[in-house]
């Protein structure tokens, strides 16, 4: 591995910490502060990304070295890991200061062809913004990660990417629901990686603690090596800059509604400058069609971060960021117009989305109702996301509907409901034989749109307590899988969500710790 070339710009840059003091503190006008990683003795690598280690310019494993740097075992002697500083709202409520507890940076690499990627551990020990926790992670969340990370980015969603996974060799203690029922579970680390981990809370910190001059630098940075279409010589630089986070963050959430996907806790520390799905806790995809689902047993009874509101969610974001940005550009019209703008981006990029799920060419008058009645035909008879459109791709009058969609409902349908399901099937070939493309063009744009597989919560269950049990055969089954989404590779993953681990914790629902 080309350990010999992570840099550490960033700490350098800007004000840090240098101390190396462990304590858990609050860090004023610095963003970020030296700390060590845990040293793990025993630790045991589980899977490791080869395939992307060399795309980021990092290599291959070719001595124990490399392999103790990715379990955060040891590292080269000249290098300084560290914890960035941010804060946030968390839940709509200013939380302050917060920054990484749970990740710890090694710094950055260039490829071959000059493209910057951050690395950093998570799970590696404690940082100054643990909040009184451990720093630590528990096998089930880093999988967790690991494997949806890789998801996302295989269906083609911007996301973080995950690089290793190994077991930390120790036991960590932890409270799964937050109900005092604390136990020990397996400990892991895992490494991830990104073009950057800067969030909306990086910004917010700044401008909370009236940092003017730090701000402005912050932002010059992340405009000078993420947004190479902005003229960093322009007086609408930190404009165009919001502009583009904004833009950028409206294509995300898009890509999350195309799919199922629910984040679960989308804190403004959670958002990332680049539109990067980031940060995955509770997270899940849709099993059932449910606007109103939230996979965060702490987001009850509330349910602020549930699939439909997601786009709502993402725009209060948006808010807190410009007020963060406001001392940049000094312009409070310009940024409403921006925000304003979000909301009708979205619904026009959301409904191009839809069109090509159904095969649309373009959306033509009248589909937007067409999609609000499919959504709440799905949502009322209980009818599962995912394969409701696979099995619409090979629907045709000529085929008996009933027998075609019999296995993608949730709940027992009576013959109303079937009926309901019939009227809606007439009016979308209906609105089919409006397109002006082909039938095989058609098809083809439902096949990039609709994956045949989502890494559900229930495979991911069942994962880890085999791997809990030291078996890979479904985590290799799930790599692959995952890999080709749009593919039926594993026949028995195209199905529901099994009645066994209907309201099974970890299938369903998963607290903040998940």
């Known amino acids: 591995m080309n350990l010999d070339q992570i840099t550490q710009q ?40 080869e395939k992307l280690s060399e795309e980021i310019g990092l290599g291959k494993i070719e001595k124990q070295e490399d392999t103790d740097f990715l379990n955060a075992k040891s590292l080269p002697a000249e290098m300084k890991t560290y914890a960035t500083a941010y804060a946030g709202h968390q839940f709509g409520n200013w939380a302050g200061q917060l920054g990484d507890g749970r990740a710890i940076f090694t710094g950055e690499i260039k490829n071959a062809e000059g493209q910057k990627s951050e ?80 969030r909306f809370g990086h910004f917010e910190l700044l401008s909370a603690q009236g940092e ?42 898009v890509d999350w509604f195309r799919v199922g996907f629910v984040h679960g806790v989308m804190n403004t520390d959670n958002m990332s400058i680049l539109g990067l799905t980031i940060d995955y806790g509770p997270f899940s995809f849709l099993d059932e069609y449910d606007l109103n689902f939230t996979p965060n047993t702490t987001d009850l009874p ?46 026009i990029k959301h409904d191009e989305m839809m069109a090509k799920k159904f095969g649309f060419d373009q959306v033509q008058e009248g589909d937007d109702e067409l999609f609000t009645n499919a959504q709440q035909l799905m949502q009322d008879l209980k009818i599962d996301y995912t394969l409701f459109f696979k099995q619409l791709e090979s629907y045709d009058e000529n085929i008996d509907y009933k027998v075609h969609f019999k296995e993608v409902f949730y709940s027992r349908t009576t013959e109303d409901q079937f009926e309901k399901l019939k009227e809606f099937l007439g009016l979308y070939q209906n609105r089919l034989a409006k397109n002006n493309i082909s039938k095989a063009d058609s098809l083809t744009l439902m096949k990039t749109a609709n994956p045949k597989f989502i890494l559900r919560n229930y495979l991911l269950f069942e994962c880890i307590n085999e791997l809990n049990e030291g078996k890979k055969d479904l985590l290799n089954k799930l790599l692959t899988a ?33």
């Open 482 to 514: 995952l890999e080709n989404p749009y593919e039926e590779i594993y026949p028995e993953f195209s199905v529901k969500r099994p009645n066994e681990y209907d309201g099974q914790t970890g299938c369903s629902t998963l607290s903040c710790s998940s």
């Open 119 to 198: 690395i950093q551990w998570k799970g590696a020990g404690a940082t100054p913004y643990s909040r009184h926790a451990d720093g630590r992670a528990v096998l089930r969340s880093s999988v967790r990660e690991y494997l949806m990370s890789e998801a996302m980015f295989h269906l083609g969603i911007p996301t973080t990417r995950a690089l290793s996974l190994s077991f930390s060799g120790e036991q960590v203690v932890r409270d799964m629901l937050y109900d005092g029922n604390a136990a020990y579970e397996k400990g892991a680390v895992m490494t991830r990686t990104a073009p950057s981990f800067l």
């Open 212 to 253: 003017i001059e730090t701000l402005k630098k912050l932002a010059d940075f992340a405009i000078e090596n993420y947004f190479p279409e902005i003229d960093i010589d322009s007086p609408n630089k930190y404009a165009d800059f919001f502009k583009t986070v904004s833009e950028k963050t409206a294509d995300m959430i």
């Open 302 to 347: 509330g349910r602020r971060y549930a699939f439909g509101n997601q786009a709502k969610i993402a725009q209060w974001n948006l808010w807190q960021l410009a007020n963060a940005l406001f001392s940049l550009i000094k312009d409070e019209s310009k940024l409403e117009k921006i925000l304003n703008d979000f909301n009708t981006t979205f619904w």
């Open 10 to 49: 960033y700490l350098s840059l800007f004000p840090a910490d240098l101390s190396g003091n462990p304590m858990q503190r609050q860090t004023p006008k610095v963003l970020s502060s030296t700390t060590e990683i845990a040293h793990f003795k025993n630790p045991d690598l589980i899977i490791f990304n």
